[in-house]
């Protein structure tokens, strides 16, 4: 497919939200780490799919659930490509970036994981690659242990060569939700899978961003999810090595992950939909399709250009601002387009609250990554981040607001 220039006034004018207004103004949306708006592309195939075909998959051999069924492995098609996975059998569709790991943690992880094993995780991480190793290791009586960052906020990658002889798994994550931080799995799933410990990459914040491309990077498992990369709420995806899937006992038990079922017994059905119980969300990973068709358009080089364009351009201006304490890492080769931030005497919420009068849509607290603030010593941040969508205007709209904040709190 032929990549287009980025054209962000075009991108915008596709994304229907970004015509309606709050406050009586336009939404600056500042959240994409949370979640991403849906372009019209994405919306219209869902209505498409409820009005025209709206049908389930696998089973039925009339018309509408053969289109569907094609309509719904095409999507896993594109996944395949897009992440530049081997085959569609190490594609699995979930509920999303959470589930998959989740999924993980509870077959893999069950009959892997042994007494005394130890299990690495970073700081960085999200609840979502972080609780499913504390309840499994906590189960198994195996170690968690963490990787540290160093003060610039990139991972300590010598703490990481210390940690890594003989542990069993390494949970990762490509980039950091808080942070920014890129974290360099590629060297670290060499240096991991050489000491034959298994490599999971949560690419929840990476896959929407940047160029991802799973053999290359070496890992065996990697999670995503579709709400922060254009597409619809409840998909995600968990890529996993064919050889390793293979060995793995399903997830979910019940319809479409059978092959065979007799009253004292069940077979499996083949890979992927061995772990893809019930009843799909169709819908959604049909209209996945079209979110990943959309970022293709644009190529993921000239997404992440346009994204350090637009962080860089923030810093610059929350740095002038003053008053702010802007963390993660100054490198722009080493963040992602995330800034998470405090202003001394405000709290985040407040901050939060301020700037939604002015139709500026930023997050405040944890940001599900309590630990991660626990080892900063911070309470919580506020955090602005970027998407292919947003423009130079917009984040002058945040200083501004920042200057309300302070008038507000009358500080
Ligand atoms: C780094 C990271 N991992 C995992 C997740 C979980 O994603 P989801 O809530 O879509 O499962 C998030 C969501 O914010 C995230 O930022």
Known sequence: MEALALDVEKVGADVPIFSKLFNGKTLAYLDNAATSQKPKQVIEALTDFYEGYNSNIHRGVYEISERATEEYERTREAVRGFIGAG???????????????????????????????????????????????????????????YIGIKGDGTLDMDDFKEKAGGARLLAVTQASNVLGTIVPVKE?????????CTVLVDGAQSAPHMKVD?????????????????????????????????????????????????????????????FEAGTSNVADVIAFYHAISYLERMSMESVREHEMRITDYAMDRLREFGGLHLYGPADLSKRAGIIAFTMDDAHPHDIAAVLDR??????????????????????????????????????????????????????
């Open 87 to 145: 085959s569609t059998e190490e594609i699995v569709f979930t509920r999303n970036a959470t589930e998959s790991i989740n999924l993980v943690a509870r077959t893999w992880g069950e009959s892997n994981v042994r007494e005394g094993d130890r299990v690495l995780i970073s700081v960085l991480e999200h609840h979502s690659n972080l609780v499913p190793w504390q309840v499994l290791c906590q189960a198994k009586h195996a170690k968690l242990e």
């Open 188 to 196: 670290m799933a060499r240096i991991a899978r050489r000491e034959g």
């Open 214 to 274: 799973v053999n290359d990077m070496g890992c065996d498992f990697f999670a995503l999810s579709s709400h922060k990369m254009l597409g619809p709420t409840g998909v995600g995806v968990l890529y996993g090595r064919k050889d390793i899937l293979e060995a793995m006992p399903p997830f979910n038990l019940g319809g479409d992950m059978i092959s065979e079922v007799h009253s004292c017994s069940a077979s499996w059905n083949e890979l992927p939909w061995k």
């Open 358 to 411: 002015e139709a500026v849509a930023i997050r405040s607290g944890y940001h599900c990554a309590q630990p991660l603030h626990e080892s900063l010593s911070l309470g919580g941040t506020a955090r602005a981040s970027f998407y292919l969508y947003n423009t130079e205007a917009e984040v002058d709209r945040l200083v501004a607001a920042l200057g309300k904040v302070r008038e507000v709190l009358g500080r």
